[in-house]
T-cell receptor
């Protein structure tokens, strides 16, 4: 039972264009959502988060949008850079505050 | 500032062997976690700890054991290694508050059981 789903295993984008990574969840009790970025041979690192009381949070080139009615969140990266090439995981804060992760989306930004 | 340190980085085990994956953090975080990452499956929580002397099971605890004798260390023990335990293992920690949900990860241990 996958409570957090990232249905696109991979995404390829041209440098300078927008990258949009999507994430769906099933549990309406989730109250906090995060995005992590992972480079090969490294651990995931925190990127950006959003509380369920908001619908948008912005940090530089990164913006996360939350649509609670659709149980959907997305990460926008504008403009995309080759250094953004990585695997992106979305996560939701579930029972006891423990995070439940999606499967990840591998982003490739082409120069 | 070392953060979360995991050792070893790589290990090959034979079926039935045992080993301990080490994890240490120097940020005085109360919460520590062990995740495994399988291809296309995201990260699954194995065990977690909310403080020294307190541990609890996550989603996929079978075949593993943990202990938390100090705030800094959270080792993961595999008693009888099986091929299904081939995975990348990540240790993580976070403070209680205010950024309680933001995990700090180690660089991982790649384990193969053959």
């Amino acid at each position: 039972d996958q409570q957090v789903k990232q249905n696109s295993p991979s995404l390829s984008v041209q440098e300078g264009r927008i990258s949009i990574l999507n994430c769906d969840y099933t549990n309406s009790m989730f109250d906090y959502f995060l995005w992590y970025k992972k480079y090969p041979a490294e651990g995931p690192t925190f990127l950006i988060s959003i509380s369920s009381i908001k619908d948008k949070n912005e940090d530089g080139r990164f913006t996360v949008f939350l649509n609670k009615s659709a149980k959907h969140l997305s990460l926008h990266i504008v403009p995309s850079q080759p250094g953004d090439s990585a695997v992106y995981f979305c996560a939701a804060s579930g029972w006891g505050g423990k995070l439940i992760f999606g499967q990840g989306t591998e982003l490739s930004v082409k120069p | 500032n070392a953060g979360v340190t995991q050792t070893p980085k790589f290990r090959i085990l034979k079926i039935g062997q045992s080993m301990t994956l080490q994890c240490a953090q120097d940020m005085n975080h109360n919460y520590m976690y062990w995740y495994r990452q399988d291809p296309g499956m995201g990260l699954k929580l194995i065990y977690y700890s909310v403080g020294a002397g307190i541990t609890d099971k996550g989603e996929v605890p079978n075949g593993y054991n943990v202990s938390r004798s100090t705030t800094e260390d959270f080792p993961l023990r595999l008693e009888l290694a099986a091929p299904s335990q081939t995975s990348v293992y990540f240790c993580a920690s976070n403070p209680t508050d205010p950024d309680g949900e933001k995990l700090f990860f180690g660089s991982g241990t790649q384990l193969s059981v053959l």
